[in-house]
């Protein structure tokens, strides 16, 4: 019997990044005890590290934007896949969200008359972008940190004890969700210093833990991404929405190797950076695909009087949703026409003076300074295809953010699904994560409060539970003889995702991917670590490696099945978007939650149809638009 120390709370939200914090503060601000825990050290999100901005139709640049405008932009750049209740309440409550961000002490960047400065960014009809420099996501987490740390300054005036209501356990990773019968009772978790276990018993859990980027070889992602959320959800039945949407941001650094995946923020091209090819050719004009073609300038005369005079022109093919951007760069480079290190050229040098590229992107100069010795001001960067997001996620309730299934699980942010159909656009996420996040804690306690005692109480957590869950966790010190390294398997992965499944798709790939996994999975089973449980990364990998495997299998296939090109799920054997595939959602699904054999499948999937999207928001668009997305049938209908 594995002795642990147990906590009760009401509310346990998974991941600290914009999405965790700001359910926290909406549960603890409901009157639920709330803890927080996270892998990495608090502040240390990956929310953290986004540049750009947090999209909100304020209208302070442009007054022709409203929750209209950025609800069709949205549906559009997710081809109208996107769950879009989840669409429509993102629109319509994000400028809420950041002005409650100001009230709570955040700085943006501000317009010539004061107001909150809004930028422009791919697929966005309107400069939307609410930014602090390029280091909006670092504002956003210290200004949700302060919130937390004055809330728990009244706790202790009032209870004499800062975390009374509200705790963070930094650096320690959930396992397992646990539950009592088909509801959720809390969550198993150990300590990555000390390798210590303990369970946070509680009625209602948000899963806040952000995306998958690391079972990918080129990434914008740092080491947090291995999927955990996605696979918690799996493992405790509830099922994952689209899980072939994976994006490929069009210009990560590709040089030197050592870096190569890392962001360069797309505010360079909505600050009027260009693309072009070795021959010196600004490409993005030979890539406008039909549904956007009456959208986007046709010369580079009138793309560059856009900067100037927006509504009397139309806006340059540079500021493409990212999808169409990524796949024109992989085919300049795949014809030859690349840079010498596999990318293409991203200049903003000839368009604007050093001194103000120093004040819009200081992070950018400095990055490229620093790591590559490219002094942005005066030459071009090289710029490639770097996995980024992921649309897919788990399936969620709009209005709620409550999962399918799964009485008291949550979800919100990255992790979740449906918000943005196939293909996000920049600046969204900070967005959903504050709309979502805010949602996610609400009805977190909420059901805490009112439906969790109403069905059967407060739920237990059974020993049994505890047993398993540590047993599970122990595993990897007691390999047999020929253990796997985590880390072999770990390259190998990434390998074969970024080979098999990444920016381009072919079904004999993918299904090369399927058998390629299995092996893998196989291999994972064995896989062994040294040592012992104080701050031990091998094993911390090693327990990663599951969350890894499942989520790769989702999207592989999920890939396979989809047979269309669509937003960030690209085919080279099925190229076009195909209407009848709209109203189809892919759930994912585990087969069998303790399989004898690791080599079979853990995932089926199932085809579940859309909800009609609601008359009135069709009616924003135009017939002749619809007609271009919409199937058959939903145009009767
Ligand atoms: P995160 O911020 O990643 O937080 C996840 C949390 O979960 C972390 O605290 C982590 O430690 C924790 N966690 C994970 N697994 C576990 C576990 N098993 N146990 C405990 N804790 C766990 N989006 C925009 O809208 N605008 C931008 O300008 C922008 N720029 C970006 C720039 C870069 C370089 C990158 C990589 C992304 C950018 N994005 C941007 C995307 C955006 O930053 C992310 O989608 C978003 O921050 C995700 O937030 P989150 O709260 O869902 O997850």
Redesign the pocket.
């Known amino acids: 019997m594995t002795q642990v120390e147990r906590q009760q709370w009401d509310v346990v939200v ?9 359910a926290a503060i909406e549960a603890r601000e409901r009157g639920a005890r709330t803890a927080v ?6 502040g ?12 909100a139709s304020m209208g302070n640049v442009n007054e022709g934007d409203n929750w209209q405008v950025h609800f069709r932009d949205t549906m559009r750049g997710g081809k109208f896949l996107n769950q879009w209740r989840m669409a429509e309440l993102h629109a319509k409550e994000a400028p809420d969200r950041v002005w409650e961000l100001e009230t709570w002490g955040a700085l943006f960047d501000r317009t010539p008359d004061g107001k909150i400065s809004q930028r422009n ?1 791919g697929g966005h009809e309107y400069p939307r ?1 609410a ?1 602090v420099g ?1 280091r ?2 670092l504002e ?2 210290r200004t949700l940190q302060q919130k937390i740390v004055q809330l728990q300054q009244e706790d202790f005036k009032e209870h004499g004890d800062y975390e009374a209501r509200l705790k963070v ?2 650096e ?4 397992r969700v646990l539950k009592d019968g088909e509801r959720v009772s809390g ?1 198993f ?1 150990y300590e990555r210093e000390t390798g210590r276990f303990f369970v946070l018993e509680a009625p209602a859990v948000v899963l ?4 998958i ?1 690391k079972s990918f070889k080129t ?4 080491w ?3 999927g ?2 996605h696979a ?1 959800a799996l493992l405790a039945g509830a099922p994952l929405l689209n899980m072939e949407f994976v994006q490929f ?1 069009p210009t990560g650094m590709v040089w030197p190797p050592s870096v190569k995946g ?2 360069v ?3 360079v091209r909505g600050d009027g950076g260009v693309l072009r090819n070795s021959e010196g050719k600004r490409f993005m004009f030979d890539y406008i695909p039909d549904v956007f073609k009456e959208k986007y300038a046709q010369s580079e005369e009138e793309g560059d009087r856009w900067y100037e005079d927006p509504d009397h022109n139309r806006r340059p093919p540079e500021l493409l949703p990212r999808d169409e951007v990524a796949r024109a760069i992989n085919s300049e480079v795949k014809a030859g026409r690349g840079s010498p290190h596999g990318g293409v050229f991203l200049d903003v040098s000839t368009r604007m003076p050093a001194e103000k590229i120093k004040r819009r992107l200081p992070s950018m100069y400095h990055q490229f300074k620093e790591l590559a010795d490219v002094d942005i001001t005066a030459e071009a960067m090289e710029v490639g295809p770097t996995c ?2 992921v649309m897919g996620g788990i399936a969620v309730e709009s209005d709620t953010a409550a999962t399918l299934g799964v009485p008291g699980l949550f979800a ?5 699904g449906g918000m943005h159909g196939s293909n ?1 656009l ?8 504050l709309v979502f ?1 805010r949602r996610a804690g609400l009805h977190a306690a909420e059901y805490a409060a009112r439906d969790a005692p109403a069905v059967g109480g407060r739920p237990e957590v059974s020993q049994a539970q505890i047993d398993a869950a540590a047993a599970e966790a122990l595993a990897p010190f007691h390999a047999a003889e020929g253990a796997e390294n985590p880390y072999t398997l770990h390259q190998e992965l990434q390998t074969a995702m970024n080979d098999l499944v990444g920016i381009i798709r072919r079904e004999g790939e993918m299904a090369q991917a399927l058998e390629k996994l299995a092996g893998l999975r196989v291999r994972a089973a064995r896989a062994g670590v040294e040592g012992h449980r104080q701050f031990n990364p091998g094993w911390h990998l090693a327990l ?1 490696l599951r ?1 890894m495997l499942l989520v790769s299998e989702c999207v592989a296939r999920a890939a396979l099945e989809r047979t269309e090109s669509r937003g960030g799920h690209t085919r080279e054997d099925c190229p076009a978007m195909e209407r009848s595939w709209r109203p189809v959602n892919l759930l994912c699904r585990p087969v069998d939650p303790a399989p004898s054999d690791p080599a079979a499948d853990r995932i089926e999937l199932t085809r579940v149809r859309t909800d009609p999207i609601r008359s009135d928001l069709l009616a924003l668009f135009e017939k002749e638009e619809l007609v271009k997305y919409l199937a058959e049938e939903e145009l009767y209908d």
Do not use: P
């Open positions: 998974v991941g600290a990044g914009g999405a965790g914090l700001r825990i996270c892998k990495s050290l608090f240390k999100a990956h929310t953290v590290m986004a540049e750009g901005g947090i999209a960014f972008l930014h390029d909006t996501g956003l987490i356990f930094q320690c990773t959930v396992t969550t978790c806040a833990t952000g995306g980027g990434t914008s992602n740092s947090e991404y291995t955990d959320g918690l941001h890392i962001l923020t797309e505010s980024h997001y919100a942010g990255e992790v979740a996000r920049g600046g969204n996420s900070l967005s959903d994560l996040g990663d969350n």
